[in-house]
Structure formats: structure tokens, C-alpha cells
């Protein structure tokens, strides 16, 4: 069965670092695009970075250009989120995502979710 296990959250100072992992199987790892997404209490789920190759292309949002960084391992089926100088408003459920779509035979989405891992940012 497709499985997406996040690990790493937890709670840090503010200015300190934090790295999540997500760990998939049951799925073609290599052939997905990867992404980590947040959720803040009260707030809609948004996209906090995604790659699609070990050395990319990668995407983040403005909110934490130049403080976090994706990668991925496609022989450990891992992506990494690397997050530096955390804030207090970094605060939120980190979700992994894989999704590929397809075109033949039909065109169809594949999508997963991990259960999410919480990062708390405080002093």
C-alpha cells in the first residue's frame, strides 16, 4: 500500500533549524513530484516548496525563500525539507505530498498525503 511517513517536527526556538523528512513506498517514487505543504490553525493548507528531480527544478513560497530548501533521495524514496532561520509564524502541520499525472491510457492525477508532522516555533 502507498505510504508517505513525515518525521522531524518538533519545537524549536525562533532563528533555529529543523529538518523534515517523508519517507514514501508502495509507489514509483522517482516518477512524482514532491512537496511539502502547511497548515496553520485557522488557515487554508499552502505550499511551502516542491521539486521535481534529486537537483530539481524546485519551487517556494515567498514566505520562506532563502530559509528553506527541498531535496529528495530517489534511492532512499526520501524528499528532505532543510528549514533555517525558523520564525514564529513558520508555526504549522507540515503534510508531504507526491502527485504525478498521466496521459495514457487515460489522463488521471495520482496523489498522496502523509498524515503530517508538527513544527512549533516559540520562545
Known amino acids: 500500500q502507498v505510504q508517505l511517513v513525515e518525521s522531524g517536527g518538533g519545537l524549536v526556538q525562533p532563528g533555529r533549524s529543523l529538518r523534515l523528512s517523508c519517507a514514501g513506498s508502495?509507489?514509483?517514487?522517482?516518477?512524482?513530484?514532491m512537496s511539502w505543504y502547511r497548515q496553520a490553525p485557522g488557515k487554508e493548507r499552502e505550499l511551502v516548496a516542491a521539486i521535481t528531480s534529486v537537483f530539481g527544478p524546485t519551487t517556494y513560497a515567498d514566505s520562506v525563500k532563502g530559509r528553506f530548501t527541498i531535496s529528495r533521495d530517489n534511492a532512499k524514496n526520501t524528499v528532505y525539507l532543510q528549514m533555517n532561520s525558523l520564525k514564529p509564524e513558520d508555526t504549522a502541520v507540515y503534510y508531504c505530498?507526491?502527485?504525478?499525472?498521466?496521459?495514457?491510457?487515460?489522463?488521471?492525477?495520482?496523489?498522496?498525503w502523509g498524515q503530517g508532522t508538527q513544527v512549533t516555533v516559540s520562545s
Open positions: 508502495g509507489f514509483t517514487f522517482s516518477s512524482y513530484v
Open positions: 505530498n507526491a502527485r504525478v499525472r498521466t496521459s495514457w491510457p487515460g489522463r488521471s492525477t495520482y496523489e498522496y
